[in-house]
């Protein structure tokens, strides 16, 4: 394991340099919303073009941020044993998180 850190670093990168325009998608879709309503969400979602990216933006975030308190965790919890427990409940929350989002976004996608 002696490149686990070189590539978990480029990883990181490279899902920030993919929520780049990711997030101008997101940020510029929702403005153009008439209204924030169930409704309009629904309409909005019905694309598969916008569920696809809305499903991107989503595990690609929460691998990110994952990566992310994964590092905060290995550098700040000394106690092997207490860093492990950290890095599988992460894991676990950002699994528990992507599937809700995802599951919702097909809901809203398919009209459910």
Known sequence: MSNHGTSH???QRLTA????PLTIWFCFSMASLP????????AWMNSPFNATLMI????VGLYHGKLGLQVIA???IANTSKRVITNGVITMISVL??????????KLSFGA
């Not at 991107?56 to 595990?59: A, F, H, K, R």
């Open 97 to 106: 998180f992507g599937v809700i989002g995802i599951v919702s976004v097909l």
């Open 56 to 59: 991107l933006v989503i595990g």
């Open 17 to 20: 340099v993919a929520l780049v």
């Open 74 to 76: 290995e550098d700040y």
């Open 35 to 42: 209204q924030m309503s169930h409704a309009n969400l629904s």
């Open 9 to 11: 670093f480029w990883v």
